[in-house]
């Protein structure tokens, strides 16, 4: 796979790289691999939410919003 990135995202990356004492390829490729857990447990969660409306389940806004944060922070 080949990506490309502004100058100034490749300049953002190669400084946080060194900063860290790693390469590029391992700073990008962890980044990415956060990103992907983080989105996948996101949409994880969204896809839950749905399925119980779908089956009527409803529950109480505090009840809503603490689950959404501890989905979040998973």
């Known amino acids: 796979m ?3 990135f502004t100058p100034e995202l490749q300049a953002k990356v190669a400084d946080l790289a ?3 004492g790693r390469g590029t390829h391992e700073l990008l490729e962890d980044a990415l691999t956060r ?3 983080d989105e ?3 949409l994880q969660g969204v896809e839950e939410v ?3 409306g779908e089956r009527a389940e409803f529950i109480e806004e505090e009840e809503m ?3 959404v944060k ?3 922070e998973s």
């Open 50 to 52: 749905i399925a119980a």
């Open 65 to 67: 919003d603490a689950r």
């Open 35 to 37: 990103y992907i857990e």
């Open 40 to 42: 996948s447990r996101f």
């Open 2 to 4: 080949e990506v490309h």
């Open 18 to 20: 060194a900063r860290e």
């Open 70 to 72: 501890r989905i979040l």
